[in-house]
């Protein structure tokens, strides 16, 4: 079945860097969005970023949301069917649980940072910023 491992999560300061990873199982990740969420205590889940798929055409397009944008990278290895998401100049703000997930279906019309559209989720994992 389709399962998404979230790692990489931990304790860093402001201004460290992070590295999760997604591993993904159960299906072909190349054919898939791939999407990066968080949720704070007492927020709502929160788009981050999402990556396509990657076709003859385009190198996998990157979408991110603007409280991230050019401090977050996505990317993905489909020979690893891992998913990355490199989280730099990390802010106390950063604080979170931090989710992987996947649309029901695959193709690139999927590529969203709306969490409706994603189906399966993977269990998260913690990032706290903290002094």
């Known amino acids: 079945q389709v399962q998404l491992v979230e790692s990489g999560g931990g304790v860093v300061q402001p201004g460290g860097s992070l590295r999760l990873s997604c591993a993904a199982s159960?299906?072909?990740?190349?054919?898939?969005?791939i999407a990066w969420f968080r949720q704070a205590p007492g927020k709502e889940r929160e788009g981050i970023s999402c990556i396509s798929t990657i076709t003859r055409t385009s190198a996998g397009r990157m979408m991110y949301a603007d409280s991230v944008k050019g401090r977050f990278t996505i990317s993905r290895d489909n020979d690893k069917n891992t998913v990355y998401l490199q989280m730099n100049s990390l802010k106390p703000e950063d604080t979170a649980v931090y989710y992987c997930?996947?649309?029901?279906?695959?193709?690139?019309?999927?590529?969203?940072?709306?969490?409706?559209?994603?189906?399966?989720w993977g269990q998260g994992t913690q990032v706290t910023v903290s002094s």
């Open positions: 159960g299906f072909t990740l190349d054919y898939y969005v």
């Open positions: 997930a996947r649309p029901r279906y695959s193709g690139n019309s999927y590529s969203s940072l709306d969490p409706d559209r994603y189906e399966f």
